[in-house]
C-alpha cells in the first residue's frame, strides 16, 4: 500500500509536492501538471485500488484468483495489466515484488483523493472535485466476485470517511468563507441526506452570518422534508444554533464566564460520582453561560463536557453531541486551541466508530492524534491512539492496532490514567485474542480487570472480563469462562450497560454451544441482542457479532437475521463477518438448490 499523506498510526504531517494525482472517487482519473497519463480497463483500475488501499501486500496468486476466478490464465493476465499500470507510474512509484509480495512505493509525490480522505487530510483544494461519487464509480466486477465483495466494503468505508473529511472541512472555513462551508456541507448531504448533524451545522453556519431568517426557512424546509420522507418531525438539535443565549440585558449578580467555569468544575464532580443527569445538567448550564459571556474558549471547552457526558455516560444519546462537538470544534480551530481540536475530533470519532463508520471514525481520529502531538499532550495522544486502534481492530487489521495499542499504554502508563490504560490493555488483549494468542490475551485481560477494579473503574471492568473469559474458553477452561461471563453480566446489569450486558451473555452462549447445549446458546443470543440494541447507539461491532453468531448457530435458516447480520457488518465494514455471513448464505443457497 501507498504511504498515506498522514500515516493514520503515526499522525505526522505531509507537505511534499505532488507530481501525480490519482482519483478513485467518482470516476477514476490520473493528472500530472504536465499532462494525464491514462490507464484504461476495470480490472487495471481494480488492481491500482486494491495496492493503494489494502494494507497488507499481496501475493501474485492473492491479486490473479480475486480479479481473474474464471480466466484460463489468471497469472498472465495479472502480469499484462501489471504492466499497464507501471507504465502510468512511472516515474513517481513503483510496484516492487519482496518476499514473493507486491507493494506499491513512491517518492513522496503521489497523491490519492481517497487515502487522503481515509487519513482525515483531505483538503477543499485537494483534487479539485467534490466528494460525492462512490469509489472507482461506474465500475462493476460481476465476474469477480471476490474482488466485487472487497470493493463494496472499501466503498462503504471511504463513503463515511468522505462525509467525515467534508464535515471538518467545512468547520475549518466557517468563519472565512461560510458560503463554501455550507457548500461542503451540502456535498456531504448528498452522501448523508438525514445526518441531523450536518442539518445543524448548516443552520450554525446561517445563524453565525447574521441570517437567521435564512435559517429559519432552511428548518421551515427541512421539516417539510422529514415529515413526508420520513413520518418524522426534525430534531430538536438541529435548532439549537437558533436558540444560543445572547448576554442578559441588565447583567448578571456574577460574571458569566466565572459562573461557567464554577458549573464545569461541579458537573465534572457529578461525572466522577455518577451522577450522569446532574453532570449534564450543570455542564448544559456551563456552556449556555459561556456563550452568553462571548469567551469562545471557555464555550468550547464546555461543549466537549456537554458531548462527553452524552456520548459516555448516559445511553443512547451520541447522536445528540455530534453537532455540540462541530460547534465545540469551529470555534477551537478559530482560537487555535490544539488541546478542544484533538478532544473534539476524539469524540466525534468515537461515535463513528461506536456506529460502525470505520471510515469517518479513522478519518477523524487521525486528526485528534496529529493535533494532540501538536500540542504535546501525551494523555490526549493515547486516547486518540486507543480508539483508532479499537476501530482498525474491528476492521481486522490488527497489525496497526496493535501497534496503536503498545504505543497508546506507554503513554498512558508514563501518564498515571489507570482507568483508560485498563481500557486500552483490554483493547489489545482483544487483539490478542484474534490472533490466535488466546495465552497472552488471558494474562492481559486478567491484568487489565485488577487495574480497573484497583482504580474504581467500574464502567471499563467488564470488558477485560469478557475478553479474559473467552480466552479461558479458547483454552479450553470453560469453568472459569462461565464463572467470568458470569461475573462480567451481573456487573454489566448493575451499571446498566447495553453492550456489556450483550458481550457477556453472548460469551456464556459460547460456553453453551460448545457444550453441545445448541437451543440453550440460541437463546442466550437472542437475550443478548434485545439487551445490545435496547438503546440506539451502541456499540454496532458487537451487534454485528452477536448476529453473525446466531445466524450460524441457527444454520441461515432464519432469512432475515442472515439479512440484518450482513447489513451491519458490510456497513462498517467488517470483513471477517462479512467473510463468514457469506459462507453461510452461499452453503444455504446450494442445499436449497
Not at 169 to 188: I, K, M, T, Y
Not at 535 to 540: A, E, G, K, V
Request: net charge negative; proline share 5%.
Amino acid at each position: 500500500m501507498i504511504a498515506a499523506p498522514t500515516d493514520a498510526s503515526l499522525g505526522g504531517s505531509y507537505t511534499s509536492p505532488m507530481a501525480l494525482r490519482v482519483r478513485l472517487v467518482g470516476p477514476p482519473g490520473l493528472a500530472r501538471d504536465d499532462g494525464s497519463p491514462v490507464l484504461r480497463g476495470r480490472k487495471t483500475w481494480g488492481l491500482l485500488a486494491y495496492l493503494l488501499l489494502e494494507p497488507g501486500p499481496p501475493t501474485r496468486r492473492d491479486l490473479a484468483v480475486r480479479l481473474w476466478p474464471e480466466a484460463d490464465d489468471p497469472l498472465a493476465a495479472l502480469r499484462w495489466t501489471l504492466l499497464q499500470v507501471r507504465r502510468v507510474l512511472v516515474p513517481e512509484a513503483e510496484i516492487a515484488e519482496r518476499n514473493h509480495r507486491l507493494e506499491l512505493l513512491d517518492d513522496g509525490s503521489v497523491s490519492v483523493d481517497a487515502v487522503r480522505i481515509l487519513s482525515g487530510t483531505w483538503e477543499p483544494d485537494d483534487e479539485g472535485s467534490p466528494l460525492s461519487g462512490e469509489l472507482l464509480e461506474g465500475f462493476s466486477f460481476d465476474d469477480a466476485a471476490a474482488f466485487e465483495g472487497w470493493l463494496s466494503l472499501q466503498r462503504a468505508r471511504v463513503a463515511s470517511a468522505s462525509v467525515d473529511v467534508l464535515r471538518a472541512s467545512a468547520v475549518r472555513l466557517a468563519r472565512v468563507d461560510p458560503v463554501r462551508a455550507e457548500s461542503l456541507v451540502h456535498q456531504a448531504l448528498v452522501i448523508e441526506p438525514f445526518d441531523d448533524a450536518l442539518h445543524e451545522l448548516v443552520v450554525d453556519l446561517r445563524v453565525s452570518s447574521g441570517d437567521a431568517a435564512e435559517a429559519n426557512a432552511y428548518v421551515d424546509a427541512l421539516r417539510a422534508r422529514y415529515r413526508v420522507e420520513l413520518a418524522i418531525d426534525v430534531p430538536e438539535t438541529v435548532l439549537r444554533p437558533l436558540q444560543r443565549p445572547a448576554p442578559p440585558a441588565g447583567g448578571p449578580l456574577v460574571r458569566l464566564d466565572v459562573a461557567a467555569r464554577a458549573l464545569l468544575a461541579a458537573a465534572s464532580a457529578r461525572m466522577e460520582a455518577g451522577d450522569y443527569e446532574g453532570a449534564l445538567a450543570t455542564a448544559r448550564r456551563a456552556a449556555s453561560d459561556a456563550a452568553a459571556s462571548g469567551d469562545r474558549a471557555l464555550e468550547s471547552r464546555a461543549l466537549v463536557a456537554v458531548a462527553r457526558t452524552l456520548i459516555h455516560s448516559l445511553r443512547g444519546r451520541d447522536r445528540e453531541s455530534l453537532g455540540l462537538l462541530s460547534r465545540a470544534l469551529r470555534l477551537a480551530n478559530e482560537l487555535g486551541d490544539l488541546a478542544v481540536v484533538s478532544e473534539a475530533e476524539r469524540e466525534t470519532g468515537y461515535v463513528a466508530f461506536l456506529a460502525a463508520r470505520y471510515g469517518a471514525a479513522e478519518a477523524a481520529l487521525s486528526r485528534a492524534l496529529a493535533a494532540a502531538r501538536e500540542a504535546g499532550d501525551p494523555v490526549l495522544e493515547a486516547r486518540a491512539l486507543t480508539y483508532l486502534g479499537l476501530s482498525q481492530s474491528d476492521r481486522c487489521e490488527y497489525g496497526s492496532a496493535e501497534a496503536a495499542f503498545d504505543r497508546a499504554i506507554g503513554l498512558l502508563a508514563e501518564a498515571g490514567d489507570p482507568g483508560f490504560l485498563a481500557y486500552a490493555t483490554a483493547s489489545l488483549a482483544r487483539v490478542l485474542l484474534r490472533t490466535d494468542r488466546a495465552a497472552g490475551a488471558r494474562e492481559l485481560g486478567r491484568a487489565a480487570w485488577d487495574r480497573a477494579s484497583d482504580a474504581g473503574a467500574l464502567a471499563v471492568v467488564p470488558w477485560p472480563m469478557v475478553v479474559a473469559a473467552e480466552a479461558a474458553l479458547e483454552g479450553g477452561d470453560a469453568g472459569s469462562a462461565q464463572e467470568m461471563f458470569g461475573q462480567a453480566f451481573t456487573l454489566a446489569c448493575e451499571i446498566g450497560d447495553p453492550c456489556w450486558e450483550g458481550l457477556s451473555l453472548r460469551g456464556l452462549a459460547l460456553v453453551e454451544a460448545a457444550a453441545g447445549r445448541r437451543d440453550r446458546a440460541v437463546e442466550l443470543l437472542e437475550d443478548a441482542l434485545r439487551r445490545d440494541t435496547r438503546l440506539p447507539d451502541t456499540y454496532r461491532w458487537s451487534e454485528a457479532l452477536i448476529l453473525t453468531e446466531l445466524a450460524e448457530l441457527e444454520e441461515g435458516t432464519d432469512a432475515a437475521r442472515l439479512e440484518a447480520a450482513l447489513g451491519v457488518a458490510s456497513a462498517g465494514p467488517m470483513p471477517d463477518f462479512v467473510e463468514r455471513l457469506r459462507a453461510l448464505q452461499t452453503l444455504c443457497q446450494t442445499s436449497q438448490g
